[in-house]
């Protein structure tokens, strides 16, 4: 059985990539009732937005992630045997599948979303895109404390060495 909900707070990582408010989620769960308790299995698909990390384009991508998670039952032994915060519990028959689902796909998410695997990025310089310049594009930068010896042999004849002064 699958599921299409919407998202009711946004998740992700500002301003680099996230999930809108209010985007599909679409779960593909198996509840199975277990000695321990309820266990939860399958799949959530999800759409992302959010920038190239090198290049700033736009960019959206899927999400998709497997989950398992099992809920136990009040005064079960897996409950006893764990740390509280270790395993999710049903609390009054019901499981809360949102932090579960919001967890997954917070830690499937890129930490470095790009447009494509070999996006060069933007010139340092410049900011222009490299994909968008010429191959030989350049910016000679000078060490100001060299500028004045660069000045003084910018003149330089072929064969490297400094002009002479004819007087």
């Given at each position: 059985m699958w599921l299409s909900v919407p998202g009711e707070v946004g998740v992700g990582f500002p301003d680099v990539i996230e999930v809108p408010v209010g985007a599909p989620y679409r779960l593909d769960l198996l509840l199975e009732s277990v000695v321990e308790g309820v266990l939860v299995s399958g799949s959530v698909t999800v759409r992302a937005a959010g920038q190239c990390s090198r290049c700033l384009d736009p960019i959206e991508e899927e999400i998709a992630v497997e989950l398992t998670e099992l809920f136990a039952y009040p005064d079960s032994t897996t409950e006893a045997t764990t740390e509280e915060?270790?395993?999710?519990h049903v609390v009054d028959d019901m499981v809360d599948l949102e932090p579960v689902v919001r967890d997954a796909v917070v830690l499937a998410m890129p930490q470095v979303p790009l447009c494509r695997p070999d996006c060069p990025?933007?010139?340092?310089?410049?900011?222009?895109k490299w994909v968008d310049l010429e191959p030989d594009h350049g910016h000679e930068k000078i060490d100001p404390r060299w500028a004045a010896l660069v000045e003084r042999f910018?003149?330089?004849?072929?064969?490297?060495s400094a002009p002479t002064d004819s007087k």
């Open positions: 915060d270790e395993v999710s990025g933007l010139c340092p310089d410049c900011g222009l910018s003149g330089s004849n072929s064969n490297g």
